[in-house]
């Protein structure tokens, strides 16, 4: 019985052994992916809402809305341009078409509004998709983000909300309040 112990544990031992290093290995890559994409959504994120604010302490909210009507794609892409990845916003509920969520960011948009409404931990997510590693991380609203999608007569002016309307006749992104789930950053890695 004793032998039998000892060989099961030096079996287990051996088991680990050999599985360790590999496991090792997946978790360095994946961490190096998140920690990038991590540092690519902080850097868009400032930008754009860096030049927003800017946009807005020389005009006016309309003048900010103008500004992201004409440079929203092109702040991104040039990032992405510079990181070799590509860049994207999206949401189930999108103001430009091209924003609109595939199959896999309406799951994930399920999966973190139901992390989001149980108060659990946001964590981004990584999936691997043929050659490719897809970062995706939530987008939450806060107080300055109803200027432009909240609810239209009580936190987006009349004549914003009309212009919004003519930019975008399609507009779904209005109605939110702070803290909802807006959309995802979506960082798409070729695989190293
Ligand atoms: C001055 C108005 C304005 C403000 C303030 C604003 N947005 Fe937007 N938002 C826009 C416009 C315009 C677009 C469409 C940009 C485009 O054409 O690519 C947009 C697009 C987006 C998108 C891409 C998905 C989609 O619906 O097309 C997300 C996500 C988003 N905004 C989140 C936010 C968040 C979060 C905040 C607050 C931190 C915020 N926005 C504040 C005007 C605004």
Redesign the pocket.
């Known amino acids: 019985m004793k032998y039998i112990m000892y060989l099961l544990s030096f079996i287990f031992l051996l088991m680990a052994c050999s599985k360790a290093p590999q496991e090792q290995a997946v978790e360095k890559i994946d961490s190096t992916y998140l920690s990038q994409g991590n540092k690519i959504v902080k850097i868009s994120f400032e930008t754009i809402?860096g030049e927003?604010q800017k946009?807005?302490a020389n005009g006016s909210?309309e003048s900010?809305?103008r500004?992201?009507?004409v440079n929203?794609?092109p702040i991104t892409d040039s990032l992405a341009t510079s990181f070799q990845v590509s860049i994207k916003?999206?949401?189930d509920?999108?103001?430009?078409l091209?924003?609109k969520t595939d199959k896999m960011g309406d799951f994930m948009m399920k999966g973190f509004g139901i992390d989001l409404s149980e108060g659990n931990d946001l964590s981004p997510k990584l999936v691997l998709k043929d050659d490719s590693v897809i970062f995706y991380k939530p987008?939450?609203?806060?107080a300055?983000?109803l200027?432009?999608?909240g609810v239209p007569g009580k936190d987006i002016t009349f004549s914003n909300d009309s212009l919004?309307q003519a930019?975008?006749p399609r507009d779904?992104?209005v109605g939110y309040q702070v803290n909802q789930l807006?959309?995802l950053w979506r960082i798409g890695f070729k695989k190293i």
């Open positions: 809402s927003l946009a807005l909210i900010a809305l500004y992201c009507n929203a794609y916003r999206l949401s509920k999108n103001r430009n091209r924003n987008i939450i609203t806060q300055l983000c200027n432009c999608h919004i930019l975008y779904k992104a807006r959309g």
